[in-house]
């Protein structure tokens, strides 16, 4: 009895034993933290990115978590973004974007997420801007002109400054040819040498129209068309006297000259005249 007792409470221990996984003090915790966490905001509302998920939609404001101490390399779309070593986070603005690719690699592990939608973009407003200026060679004096108005004074030289908040197309036409094209984002200067005496340019930029008709070329500096006008005449006293002197001489010579012409006019007139003898 004492012996099958022992069998017994031998066979309940090797049961319980046996349930007990082979080397369970060496399996990983499954509570142990994620590599990285990824999440999006707009005010209090935020969405959680999972790990190597598609097709779900983001805020355009992401925060990006790493936990471990690696190097790690943040790509959008194919382009590198950010580069360094965690833990850190990361904020990634991705309000030029309605869709994107991401991969975010942690040592040697890749996180890929893909047609990823960002919703809940502000409406971007554009400026679209065009300054127009022109300058004489070798005078420091600048015209500018306003779109819209015909008939200003312009010099040959054009400065065409073109402004766009937004990636834009551009063309200019100087009397309806196309004299440069191409794209804008921020600011670029056009140069044109203008060689009528008059002309008309046109600037499209994006959807926007900026229209210098007729305007007028000077081909000389400003400053010869408004020259100062000269001053009066002055005369001196030594101008004046002689000035008196001459007019006497005049009106003497003018005097005698009617005084001889007379004088002959009388002689010959009592020439002609019949005498009476007494």
Do not use: C
């Amino acid at each position: 009895m004492k012996y099958l007792i022992l069998v017994i409470v031998f066979l309940m221990i090797f049961s319980i034993v046996s349930e007990v996984p082979a080397n369970s003090a060496f399996e990983p915790d499954s509570t142990a933290p994620p590599a990285l966490s990824v999440t999006s905001h707009i005010g209090h509302e935020i969405l959680e990115l999972p790990e190597n998920s598609s097709n779900l939609d983001m805020f355009y404001i992401w925060n990006i978590t790493i936990f471990q101490n690696k190097a790690f390399i943040i790509s959008v779309n194919g382009k590198t973004v950010s580069t360094g070593a965690g833990p850190i986070t990361i904020s990634e603005n991705m309000s030029k974007y309605t869709e994107v690719n991401v991969t975010i690699k942690i040592g040697s592990i890749i996180y890929s997420y893909s047609n990823i939608s960002i919703i809940g973009v502000p409406p971007q407003i554009g400026i679209y801007n065009v300054v127009v200026t022109s300058t004489y060679p070798g005078q420091d004096q600048i015209l500018a002109l306003q779109p819209g108005k015909s008939g200003e004074l312009s010099y040959p030289e054009w400065n065409i400054l073109l402004e766009s908040s937004n990636n834009e197309s551009y063309n200019i036409y100087e009397n309806g040819l196309k004299v440069a094209s191409g794209n804008v984002l921020g600011s670029k200067a056009v140069y044109l040498n203008v060689t009528g005496n008059t002309t008309s340019v046109i600037v499209s930029l994006g959807t926007h129209v900026f229209n210098y008709k007729d305007e007028l070329v000077a081909h000389i500096p400003i400053s010869q068309y408004y020259k100062p006008k000269p001053p009066p005449l002055v005369a001196t006293a030594l101008d004046v006297a002689i000035s008196f002197v001459r007019g006497i001489v005049i009106v003497f010579l003018a005097i005698l000259s009617g005084m001889m012409l007379s004088r002959r006019y009388i002689m010959a007139k009592k020439d002609m005249e019949p005498q009476r003898r007494w």
